[in-house]
């Protein structure tokens, strides 16, 4: 019996560790979620995916109405939050997985497809875009880092 397919690994419920990004030019390491980010990313069995990335801290809304806030409260919970979902493919050669993005809390994603590098150890799992992204106007590597979830 072989090892089970990059596919079949990725399959279930992953809980976010940690979000590094890095410059290009001056190495310089931040955490945009903070230390501690909350998230969850699932694979289901039928090609979807859904990544939901979040910093800790987020404040809640005073009304506590989700279409009443004020442009402070939506700017606020918008810069601290990451959310996008579609179906998933995988390059078994390459090691990769591709997120062909339905809806996103970030609309320029929307109908894009976002590749990331796979880093599978065990429990473990780290993403990584092939590339360098802009991020608040400089060039940033990302690495995203997973933990497979309990089951419920």
Not at 127 to 139: E, F
């Amino acid at each position: 019996m072989g090892e089970k397919s990059l596919r079949l690994q990725l399959v279930g419920a992953w809980t976010l560790t940690g979000c590094v990004e890095r410059d290009i030019e001056t190495g310089v390491e931040s955490h945009p979620l903070g230390e501690c980010p909350g998230g969850l990313i699932l694979y289901t069995p039928d090609g979807y995916m859904s990544a939901q990335l979040q910093r800790p801290e987020r404040a809640s809304f005073a009304e506590g109405d989700l279409m009443h806030g004020t442009p402070e409260e939506y700017a606020a919970a918008g810069s601290s939050y990451i959310a996008y979902s579609g179906r998933f493919f995988v390059d078994e050669r390459k090691r990769s997985v591709s997120h062909d993005v339905a809806v996103s809390f970030f609309p320029n994603w929307v109908g894009q497809r976002q590749m990331r590098l796979v880093e599978l150890n065990g429990e473990h799992l780290q993403l990584s875009p092939a590339g360098p992204l802009r991020l608040n106007g400089v060039l940033k590597t990302v690495t995203v880092s997973w933990r497979r979830a309990r089951p419920n």
